[in-house]
């Protein structure tokens, strides 16, 4: 029965969705509202996209009364459709210019003339929360020397930061300006400028001030490079030498 609205929304393998099976019921409400809905910042659907936990449904119908869906949680398969219909109505929205020029007759002449080729993400097809791609995470993590975080996501992101600070083409290239030599900082030992009680505490304090530091350098460096910028368009003006006069 949701066949032709998740071939419409392209959603990968619309004819082997179940609604009954647990798992491809999750995994669509997550899909529809990464691609299609959208009404959650993406920070803030980690309790939506947590498929594997035993309180997803909680999350779940948060979910649902942030949309306003007027439909019992408990009957998936009719708010199913009713999400169906919303990520229908708001890809119409996102591409009205496209579908107005639609007509039946021009659907019906594709489909005579060859097989439909849809060009779709690659990385839409992956599950995220996988077993598999958590794995696959960890395992990346430790060849590159990541510590890993307990959320295989915040992992991912600490390898893509690594990956194009010091594995870019022009990180490999000039090794030397992003692969620092010499003495590693004794962070630990610094003085923190003041005491929590819990050397725990003070240990995180001087990790996130030197993180401050960091931050504070980097948008230092940005404003000198708008600086010299601007200078060398101010201190070299291009003049026309023929609007000139000698003498009165």
Same mark, same amino acid.
């Given at each position: 029965m949701f066949r032709r609205k998740l071939t419409a929304l392209d959603y990968m393998n619309p004819d082997n969705f179940h609604v009954n099976d647990e798992k491809s019921f999750r995994d669509l409400v997550v899909w529809l509202e990464d691609q299609k809905i959208r009404h959650y910042?993406?920070?803030? =659907?980690? &309790?939506?996209? %947590?498929?594997?936990e035993k309180d997803w449904a909680t999350g779940y119908r948060r979910y649902l009364g942030s949309l306003n869906c007027p439909i019992n949680p408990n @009957? =998936? &398969? %009719?708010?199913?459709?009713?999400?169906?219909g919303?990520?229908?109505?708001? @890809?119409?929205?996102?591409?009205v210019d496209t579908y107005k020029s639609e007509t039946a007759e021009n659907v019906r002449? =594709?489909? *005579? $003339?060859g097989p439909k080729m849809v060009n779709t993400n690659p990385l839409d097809a992956l599950d995220f929360q996988s077993p598999e791609f958590r794995d696959g995470v960890n395992r990346l993590a430790s060849q590159l020397g990541v510590t890993q975080h307990p959320d295989h996501l915040?992992?991912?992101? &600490?390898i893509s930061?690594?990956?194009? $600070? =010091?594995? $870019? &083409? @022009?990180? *490999?290239q000039n090794p030397g300006e992003v692969i620092h030599q010499g003495k590693a900082f004794p962070i630990f030992e610094a003085d923190l400028g003041f005491e929590t009680g819990d050397p725990v505490l003070n240990n995180a304090g001087k990790a996130l001030r030197l993180m401050y530091i960091h931050d504070l350098r980097n948008l230092q460096t940005r404003i000198n490079e708008s600086i010299v910028a601007v200078q060398t368009i101010t201190a070299n003006p291009k003049t026309d030498t023929k609007l000139g006069k000698v003498g009165r």
């Open positions: 910042k993406i920070e803030d =659907r980690g &309790a939506l996209k %947590a498929v594997e @009957e =998936r &398969a %009719a708010v199913l459709d009713w999400l169906l919303l990520a229908v109505r708001f @890809e119409y929205g996102d591409n002449n =594709r489909q *005579m $003339s915040v992992t991912l992101k &600490a930061k690594l990956i194009t $600070s =010091r594995l $870019s &083409a @022009e990180a *490999m």
